[in-house]
């Protein structure tokens, strides 16, 4: 929204700005140029253009409305965003702090004070009252001062020092909110990962219960055979070590789904006893995500757009450490105000003392502390650089670690389930041959271990696709672009100048 600032501060705005020292600011370049297209392809069509991921609530994106009730409550009530929003509104109050060097700076300090002179006092060298050619004792004397001073200061700013402060304060509050956009980024991608493997835990503990119940049946069975003197009593403790082992399994399972239960209440903000997610298990599968093209992710991922800002903050640091080598002018009174023995006059014309002067503070000789911090500023600005180009190539690399984990996920889940069909067929021959006495009951036993583990494999292969799919969308900054910081910064107003 565009402002429209009133004559006096343009006017100040103008003077301090006369001359503005340092570099001017240009967003460095990536380190290399951004490719065409992602180099794996995704297991799934590519969306149209004009698909998207949804702005400011991509995990509509998953179509499950708990996940949605869970978000919401994060969006509210997640302590680690809240402390995320207060660093804003503290970087905000901050950027107001560097513009109050714009206006003058006046203020007052009166007093009242009753005084009684001693009679003894020395006269400083005035000469004593004779009568007579007698020496006159001093006087006593007993009198009120009332003062109302005022201290007025402005500082011209004709090589931009509260300009590049002002630049400073506006780029580092960018940056900020930049901050709370990747916060608010990962916590609900933490919140969706670690919901989406809650319900692939809740499938997995299915799997084990149902394997459970298959082999208390063959316990049966074989007990039953050995009772008959069919079967040994080796088979007998076999099958009974297996169903035990995976009893073990269960309780693992229950252990894992409880702490991602704990984790997702801590997100939510609410404390860990009182939440209780509903068992449902995972069934699933990601979504589509539109890509877009990587060029795209350098004004779509707000942890480089804060990288970007620090280094437009940096660059005002070397500007403002270049304003130490040349004048500072200020324009101050040395002493003016109200004063007199007598509170009913103290405001009346003849009390008034003022005057009024300028100071130019001019740098020669401070032991190379400028030039030291000028080198320094100039240095923290190359990190700042390399910090930057860092985080780009950081950002590519997710995104086709995203891609590539989805692309192979999704082959090892449709091989996967081909082995589960296998095992399950693999099962039922080996239980039909120990009841036609062809083979032993060890058989039996290692099929349905191998039937359990692919089953768990199975689920797992499709938790974890739906936590790569959650991270791929957190890869590609989750609906979020640089758009949301433009328009957080602070400018000089009119009414500041009767602000305190």
């Given amino acids: ?44 069509e590519q969306a149209a253009p004009k698909d998207s991921i949804p702005k400011g609530q991509w995990w509509a994106i998953f179509n499950d409305s708990q996940l949605n009730d869970y978000e919401a409550q994060l969006l509210k009530e997640n302590q680690s965003l809240e402390a995320a929003r207060d660093r804003l509104n503290q970087a905000r109050s901050m950027a107001r702090v560097a513009t109050a060097d714009y206006f003058p700076q006046l203020s007052a300090d009166p007093s009242a ?103 208390r049946k063959g316990l049966d069975l074989v007990d039953q055979r050995h009772n008959g003197g069919i079967a040994s009593g080796l088979e007998v403790a076999q099958q009974a070590t297996l169903l035990d082992a995976t009893l073990s399994q269960l309780a693992l399972v229950q252990q894992s789904r409880a702490q991602y239960e704990h984790a997702i209440a801590v997100l939510i903000g609410r404390p860990a006893p009182s939440v209780s997610v509903v068992v449902v298990p995972l069934k699933a599968t990601p979504p589509p995500v539109p890509l877009g093209v990587p060029s795209e992710i350098l004004e779509r991922r707000p942890d480089i757009a804060s990288a970007e800002r620090q280094m437009a903050y940096e660059n005002a640091q070397v500007g403002l450490a270049r304003t130490a080598f040349y004048p500072h002018i200020t324009i101050s009174n040395t002493g003016g105000g109200w004063q007199s023995t007598s509170i009913t006059n103290l405001l009346n014309a003849p009390s008034l003392f003022w005057s009024i002067g300028a100071d130019a503070l001019q740098p020669i000789l401070q032991g190379g502390r400028n030039r030291a911090n000028l080198a320094a500023a100039k240095a923290a ?60 009951y060890l058989d039996v036993i290692t099929a349905q271990a191998t ?10 292969l499709l938790g974890q696709q739906m936590v790569s799919a959650v991270y791929l969308v957190k890869a590609l900054g989750g609906g979020w672009d640089t758009g949301e910081i433009k328009d957080q910064s602070v400018h000089p107003q009119a009414g500041q100048i009767v602000q305190q």
Avoid at 416 to 424: C, H, K, M, Y
Avoid at 451 to 460: H, I, K, M, P, Y
Wanted: include cysteine; charged fraction near 20%.
């Fill in 451 to 460: 039937l359990l583990g692919d089953e768990r494999l199975q689920t797992q």
């Fill in 113 to 215: 004070m009753r005084e009684r002179g001693s009679g003894n006092r020395p006269l400083n060298g005035e000469s004593p009252t004779f009568i007579n050619g007698v020496p006159q004792p001093v006087p006593p004397y007993t009198q009120s001062v009332y003062t109302v001073p005022f201290n007025l200061s402005y500082e011209v700013d004709l090589f931009g020092r509260v300009r590049r402060n002002v630049e400073a304060a506006n780029a580092s509050l960018q940056s900020t909110a930049a901050e709370l956009g990747n916060a608010l980024l990962v916590l609900t991608a933490e919140l969706a990962a670690d919901y989406f493997t809650l319900r692939q835990l809740d499938a997995e503990y299915q799997v084990v219960q149902e394997s459970v119940a298959v082999q």
């Fill in 381 to 440: 600005y190359d990190q700042s650089v390399a910090n930057y180009r860092e985080s780009v190539l950081t950002a590519f690399q997710e995104v086709e670690d995203g891609i590539s984990n989805l692309s192979t996920l999704s082959q090892a889940l449709t091989t996967q389930t081909a082995a589960v069909n296998d095992a399950r067929k693999a099962l039922e021959i080996a239980n039909n041959r120990y009841i036609g006495g062809a083979t032993s």
């Fill in 1 to 44: 929204m565009k402002r429209n600032l009133h004559p006096v501060v343009v006017a100040l705005a103008g003077l301090t700005a006369a001359c503005t020292v340092g570099p001017r600011y240009n967003r460095p370049a990536a380190p290399a140029p951004a490719p065409d297209a992602w180099k794996t392809q995704p297991p799934w």
